[in-house]
């Protein structure tokens, strides 16, 4: 079966793909990162973003009263018509930080008060409890993009995606090198507008609007295809 | 030979990183995409002061070519293959490997003791040996230049940096189509994925290390 939708991949001055053609029973939604250490004003990066009051307003709000709600709507969709919902996670497999990128490291401990950092064992590294199952796939990562750092390409090929809808955190940082590495490795990448966020509405914007091999849609385009190709 | 550099000096910005030490040892320039025509004025004539001086001081220069294999294109991704068919003369052969516009631009060409390395991919970690080799070089920090900032240069610098090497994208030594996308990429790089800097303003830094106290003769003398 297979599906024509608007695609387009918006960049001045070069290639354009208007319509692209799928197979949406092979769609699959990666949720980056959407853990406790960035969701909970009172864990991880939150302690570090008390220094940066007008980052952290506006992060925590957009987070929790669009993206959340999206990325609940978006797996209520996807589990509707038995399409797989994979979880990536920022978790180190070492309490010491030895198995993370150097720079990452000490980035990862500046600003940010209190020890352990994002280790598999932390709170900070624990999924939200409603969103994920114990049957989804989970992919822990050391770097931004889960592409580098994990085998997520084989599990997405195992899986039998080809189009991948990567939600999440940081719009600008894990969800646009997650897009950019699935678009440049042959899946038909697509960035939710509406369920991500990055630390200012500029560096959002612009994100979205920099599409390289994948291109941004919204909560509803996304629901509108599934459910219009699928049954609602 | 060891030496600190500036790195995420925005101190306004969480989890900056405000300098890091970086090993010229363990120190290469890789240049991207900057293959025939050359119309890029400015930021070619950047690259050529940075490879340059990375030769002068036997640091690794490393280049990448983007293109494809096959002339059906089909070694690409297929989104891929379909948009590159509409590009250049129409053909979609123009950046065939072997054909005069997938070769580096004449002054910048590399010497025979130079890395050169395809892609038919954006990113350059994503369809190349790339990483074997800084592996084997063993490379640690990356200078990055090229075209197009957003495109391959981008995606070559997050593979990079999300791979552990410290990046330093060389800002007017990168070229876009569009000043908002280039802006648009510097801006979340310096943040959150390595460090942004000028052509004059690293050499001087680099400079700094390699012939550290030659300003204090110079004013000696």
Redesign the interface.
């Known amino acids: 079966m297979s599906i024509t939708i608007p695609w387009s991949?918006r960049?001045?001055?070069?290639?354009?793909?208007t319509d692209?053609e799928i197979d949406p029973a092979r769609t699959g939604l990666l949720v980056v990162d959407v853990q406790r250490g960035y969701t909970e004003r009172r864990l991880g990066?939150g302690l570090?973003?008390d220094?940066?009051p007008d980052?952290r307003d506006y992060y925590y709000g957009r987070l929790e009263s669009v993206v959340l709600p999206n990325i609940v709507r978006l797996i209520e969709v996807f589990r509707r018509h038995a399409l797989e919902v994979v979880f990536t996670r920022q978790a180190f497999q070492m309490e010491d930080g030895r198995d993370v990128?150097?720079?990452?490291w000490?980035?990862?401990q500046?600003?940010?008060p209190g020890s352990p950092l994002f280790w598999a064992g932390s709170p900070e590294t624990e999924l939200i409890e409603e969103l994920a199952q114990p049957t989804d796939l989970l992919v822990d990562k050391a770097?931004?993009?889960p592409?580098?750092?994990s085998a997520l390409d084989q599990y997405l090929r195992n899986l039998g995606i080809e189009n991948v809808v990567v939600a999440g955190l940081?719009t600008?940082?894990a969800v646009?090198?997650a897009a950019?590495?699935a678009?440049?490795?042959?899946y038909?990448a697509i960035g939710v507008e509406d369920a991500c966020v990055a630390?200012t509405e500029?560096?959002h914007s612009?994100?979205m609007?920099?599409a390289?091999?994948w291109v941004a849609k919204s909560t509803s385009f996304v629901i509108d295809m599934l459910d219009g190709a699928l049954g609602a | 030979m060891r030496g600190t550099i500036a790195w995420q000096t925005d101190s306004?910005?969480?989890?900056?990183?405000p300098e890091?030490e970086i090993d010229l040892d363990h120190t290469a320039l890789l240049v991207v995409d900057m293959q025939n025509p050359d119309h890029y004025g400015e930021v070619t004539d950047n690259c050529e002061k940075l490879i340059g001086f990375f030769r002068d001081q036997g640091m690794e220069n490393i280049f990448v070519r983007v293109g494809y294999f096959l002339e059906d294109r089909r070694d690409m991704?297929?989104?891929?293959a379909?948009?590159?068919l509409?590009?250049g003369d129409g053909t979609g052969k123009t950046m065939l490997k072997g054909h005069e516009n997938q070769a580096i631009i004449d002054r910048l060409t590399p010497t025979g003791s130079e890395m050169v390395i395809d892609k038919n991919?954006?990113?350059a970690?994503?369809s190349t040996g790339l990483e074997q080799y800084l592996h084997a070089r063993q490379i640690e920090t990356l200078y990055v230049c090229g075209m197009?900032t957003?495109?391959c240069v981008?995606?070559t610098a997050?593979?990079a940096?999300?791979?552990?090497?410290?990046v330093v994208m060389v800002n007017d030594a990168c070229w876009d189509?569009?000043e908002?996308?280039h802006?648009?990429?510097m801006?979340?790089f310096r943040?959150?994925?390595?460090t942004v800097k000028d052509t004059a303003e690293l050499l001087t830094e680099l400079d700094g290390i390699v012939s550290p106290g030659a300003t204090a003769q110079g004013d000696a003398q």
């Open positions: 991949i960049r001045e001055g070069h290639f354009d793909i692209l990066v570090a973003l220094a940066f980052v990128p150097a720079w990452n000490r980035r990862q500046i600003g940010t770097s931004a993009g592409f580098a750092t940081l600008n940082v646009e090198t950019r590495d678009g440049d490795c042959g038909n630390y500029l560096e612009e994100s609007n920099s390289s091999w | 306004t910005w969480p989890h900056s990183v890091l991704h297929p989104k891929r379909q948009a590159w509409r590009s991919s954006t990113s970690f994503n197009a957003n495109h981008d995606n997050r593979g940096a999300d791979r552990g090497y410290n189509p569009s908002r996308l802006e648009a990429t801006r979340a943040r959150a994925l390595g």
